[in-house]
């Protein structure tokens, strides 16, 4: 898929139960943003089968509140539905890269069910 730009739809609109989403939090005044942009567009033309999404923070402000945004850039993947990665900060070509291959090769059986023992043991 190509790159989306989300601008007026939800991140629950674009998360779709069979895919894999990776989702750039950026922001026009942030230098590591504006260095991670090739890098992410890159991967975007790389893996067609993944979903990459860029949400400009600064303009949906809403959709950085709700996901707890509280700097930039903020990488988040998800896959079939379930939030799998979360990191501050501008990745290498090789950082990002790896991130997905890991995310591909999950078993989501046993990331469900870690997430399920998580929710039910909250610190």
């Known amino acids: 898929m190509a790159l989306i730009e ?17 989702v ?15 890098v992410f567009e890159a991967a975007a033309s790389a893996f067609a089968d993944i979903d ?8 949906r ?17 998800v896959r079939e539905g379930v939030l799998v990665y979360r990191q501050t900060g501008a990745h290498s070509e090789p950082q990002l890269t790896s991130v997905i291959a890991t995310t591909k090769s999950l078993n989501m059986n046993e990331a469900r069910a870690h ?3 998580s929710l039910g043991h909250d610190e």
């Open 52 to 59: 990459f999404v860029k949400v400009n923070a600064e303009k």
């Open 24 to 38: 750039d939090f950026w922001a026009p005044w942030c230098g590591p943003c504006r260095d991670f942009a090739p």
């Open 115 to 117: 997430v399920a023992y």
């Open 61 to 77: 402000w809403d959709l950085a509140a709700a996901a707890g945004i509280r700097s930039v850039p903020t990488l988040m993947i």
């Open 6 to 22: 989300l601008h007026s739809d939800t991140l629950e609109s674009i998360i779709a139960p069979d895919r894999i989403v990776v």
